[in-house]
């Protein structure tokens, strides 16, 4: 640099410092320490956006508004309204019951591990994230849930009127001017919703060498599950039971939907109007019927089964793919040309029904479900 260019920038650097307090700047704001997560057994970390990394701050910012009923526009639901920890943060409904009472056209989806999940709702492949997919029950308005479409404002300003949840809001994000943003708040859930981690079945227990975890009927219905006989582990696979997963270290994240012939009502395999899957976003004739395979993950405690919630029991689940698809099952004649081809159809004894129900069962995790951590901090702080 020239001398005279030099001089120049000495003299712009001090005069803009005047009457600023360049010499009273705070030093920067210290690096959030590495976030500690408590994964379990034979998990990988899972996968953060980068524009989001995870604090101890934001989880627990993100726990308190998970609770808040404030989110919702008429007070009279939290996120946790529908997503409870005692049914592994499904409802028990058929479908789900939003704010102003309406009920949706869909089941309600646990979050267990939801931290590694490549596809966020039962049928719509454009939500990249957590932190997306939270806006759908804060501002969506078809259907109604938590009621804030186009009154943001309103909900922000709820929340900036509590002094102590404001503060938390500006510990968890510092580097915000003004830290109680929508853009906050919907990391802040996705954070929390990010821990939400369930890993110790006693299927995990088993694999960790506790050989009397599993019961004799959950081992052979173990089996039986793994088993090219039932194909079930080609859409529930992994340490999720779910096809569509990712977390550090893993390859493209794959958005994989199914058609498993619940329904075939013109026998070209349409599912009812009312809810057709993938196709009403895709236009693809082909994306009929085709929905998210969820993980088994707790899996005897989300009942009612499938997207509309049409399936009451494990048993019945496991009758609906025994036939081949339910549609089958009440038409032997009704086989949908679109239905997976792992919807194959088997034959099961009732010892071996009641085996595979078993082990099923030993995928629900206890520890998970009474976790203080994921718990609401009023009764849990």
Excluded at 37 to 56: C, I, K, Q, S, Y
Excluded at 317 to 339: E, Q
């Amino acid at each position: 640099m020239r001398p005279f260019m030099t001089k120049r920038w000495v003299f712009l650097s001090a005069l803009a410092c005047l009457g600023s307090g360049c010499g009273d700047r705070p030093p920067p704001a210290p690096e959030p320490e590495k976030y500690q997560w408590r994964l379990p057994a034979g998990f990988p970390t899972p996968l953060v956006p980068a524009d989001n990394p995870m604090t101890e701050a934001k989880v627990q910012l993100g726990r308190r508004l998970f609770y808040d009923k404030r989110l919702s526009l008429n007070g009279t639901q939290s996120c946790a309204s529908c997503h409870e920890q005692a049914r592994a943060f499904t409802d028990g409904r058929t479908h789900g019951l939003g704010s102003t009472g309406a009920l949706h056209r869909r089941n309600v989806q646990g979050l267990a591990n939801i931290a590694y999940a490549t596809s966020f709702t039962w049928a719509n492949p454009s939500i990249p994230s957590l932190e997306v997919q939270v806006l759908s029950p804060l501002l969506g308005k078809e259907p109604v849930e938590l009621g804030f479409g186009d009154k943001e404002e309103e909900l922000l300003a709820r929340l900036r009127a509590d002094a102590d949840l404001s503060a938390r809001f500006a510990e968890a994000f510092p580097e915000e001017a003004e830290p109680v943003s929508m853009a906050s708040l919907t990391r802040a859930l996705a954070s929390f919703e990010r821990t939400l981690l369930s890993g110790n079945a006693p299927y995990d227990q088993y694999l960790e060498g506790n050989t009397k975890a599993l019961s004799p009927a959950a081992k052979r219905g173990m089996e039986l599950f793994f088993s090219e006989r039932l194909e079930c582990n080609h859409c529930h696979q992994g340490f999720n039971f779910q096809d569509g997963a990712t977390h550090e270290g893993a390859g493209e994240a794959v958005l994989p939907f199914h058609n498993t012939g619940l329904y075939n009502e013109d026998g070209m395999g349409a599912y009812p109007a009312t809810d057709p899957g993938l196709i009403e976003l895709t236009g693809r004739p082909e994306d009929m019927g085709s929905f998210r395979s969820p993980s088994l993950r707790n899996v005897a405690l989300t009942a009612p089964y499938m997207h509309d919630g049409s399936i009451a029991t494990l048993s019945e689940v496991l009758d609906h793919y025994a036939a081949g698809g339910r549609a089958r099952m009440l038409d032997s004649s009704r086989t949908s040309p679109l239905r997976s081809s792992f919807v194959r159809g088997f034959t099961l004894t009732p010892e071996e029904k009641a085996d595979v129900v078993a082990f099923l069962e030993a995928l629900t995790d206890p520890e998970f479900l009474t976790d203080p951590r994921f718990a609401d901090p009023a009764l849990h702080p």
